[in-house]
């Protein structure tokens, strides 16, 4: 299933936030973090990703996602138990590394 990538309307005038759907590789996870990077550059908004549709996250997918979140801010909502596990384990990953 290709990567779907959509701005949900909320009543949160302080936060955009887009819905990701499908599977998400990393060449699909590359334009969301450009795609967040130029929402909050132009809006000045903080991005929540809603993730509840998301079937598939590969590792370095994950990656890039818990790089959004320690350095763009942007919060994730709607995480399968599976896909909050792989970013758990890639923050572990990264910070394991960062230590060494």
Known sequence: ???RI???KTPDT???TLRVEGAL???DAALLEQICLDMKECSGK???LDLADLCFLDSDSAHLLCRLRAEQNVS???LHLFIQRVIEMAEQNDKSEESE
Request: proline share 6%.
């Open 6 to 8: 959509t701005e949900v």
């Open 76 to 78: 994730f909502e709607g």
């Open 25 to 27: 590789r990393l060449e």
């Open 14 to 16: 302080t936060r955009t």
């Open 46 to 48: 903080s991005v929540t």
């Open 1 to 3: 299933m290709p990567t």
